[in-house]
């Protein structure tokens, strides 16, 4: 992972985000005695159509609860704690107990070494983060981040997020500092496959004509050229079905819950058996010239 090509002056833009981009972490960032404070923002996000599940009979909504298996009641996210099971025993860690650990409570993003980019495996980069300055002056993130253009380094950082410790890569991209959770050595696995220890002749005609193949298709990348076209497809599968009136009512497929904190679903209003029959009953009148004709025989699965 190398840094951007573009080295900005002192005084290019800092970047401030706006909109729907809000900040999940706010804290300092740390190298020696310089003290950059940020704040911290997800830079991705997941662009597919958002699924739930439904009960194919009438469309009601399937909902999963939170059942203590000792005593069968549904038990609300505020009174649900974390617990550490070795087989025989199992040991409750609350709230408090968890935000008790130091490494918890700290606010610190601490630059531990300066590394050559090229020596940070693509395998271990996980979740990526923009940083915002977080102070009156920015003066602090600009050297930062000229630093490691001109050094062509890669910072590696370590943090607490979301009780767990991290372990980071710091680079540039643009005018912004980017901050790449690493996975840890012991979560990547080693790649053990027998047939890699065979020994493979490959001749100078073979690498040739492959090398050919590859420049054929050699381009520079951009990634605004390609397309999710599952979820492409499946908004336009949503968007017929809107059109064709085959949707119920949303509210409809509600049943009515016990409290605001996940409680108990219980069953579906008699709106939502109304509101069925109702749509059966049109899709039936609306279908009725069919199944006058002799030639053609309804299927009695929709579609």
């Not at 983060?129 to 050297?143: C, F, G, Q, R, T």
């Amino acid at each position: 992972m190398r840094p951007a090509d573009t080295t900005p002056s002192a005084s290019a833009p800092v970047p401030v985000f706006t909109g729907s981009m809000r900040s999940i972490w706010k804290g300092a960032l740390t190298f020696g005695l310089v003290n950059v404070p940020v704040k911290v923002y997800s830079a991705t996000e997941d662009h597919d159509v958002s699924l739930h599940q439904v009960h194919n009979a009438d469309g009601g909504r399937i909902r999963y609860q939170r059942i203590c298996e000792i005593d069968g009641e549904v038990v609300p996210y505020s009174d649900i704690d974390k617990a550490y099971d070795d087989g025989e025993q199992t040991v409750v860690l609350t709230k408090d107990d968890l935000a008790s650990l130091p490494s918890e409570r700290s606010r610190e993003i601490e630059v531990v070494e300066f590394v050559p980019s090229d020596q940070v495996d693509l395998l271990t980069l996980d979740k990526a983060y923009y940083l915002e300055p977080d102070s009156s002056s920015p003066k602090a993130y600009v050297l930062l981040r000229k630093t490691l253009e001109q050094t062509d380094r890669t910072a590696i950082v370590r943090f607490s997020l979301r009780q767990k410790t991290r372990l980071a890569a710091l680079r540039v991209r643009g005018d912004v500092l980017v901050l790449q959770t690493l996975l840890w050595a012991d979560e990547v696995r080693e790649a053990a496959f027998p047939a890699l220890d065979e020994s493979v002749r490959i001749s100078a005609k073979e690498l040739e004509m492959s090398a050919s193949l590859v420049d054929s298709f050699s381009k520079d990348f951009d990634p605004e050229e390609f397309t999710d076209e599952y979820q492409v497809e499946l908004r336009t599968l949503i968007d017929a079905k809107l059109e064709q009136g085959d949707a119920l009512d949303t509210d409809a497929t509600f049943g009515k819950a016990e409290d605001d904190d996940g409680g108990e679903v219980i069953d579906l209003m008699e709106a939502l058996r109304a509101s069925v029959e109702r749509s059966r009953a049109a899709r039936a009148e609306k279908d009725a010239p069919a199944k006058k004709a002799p030639a053609k025989k309804k299927s009695s699965k929709a579609s």
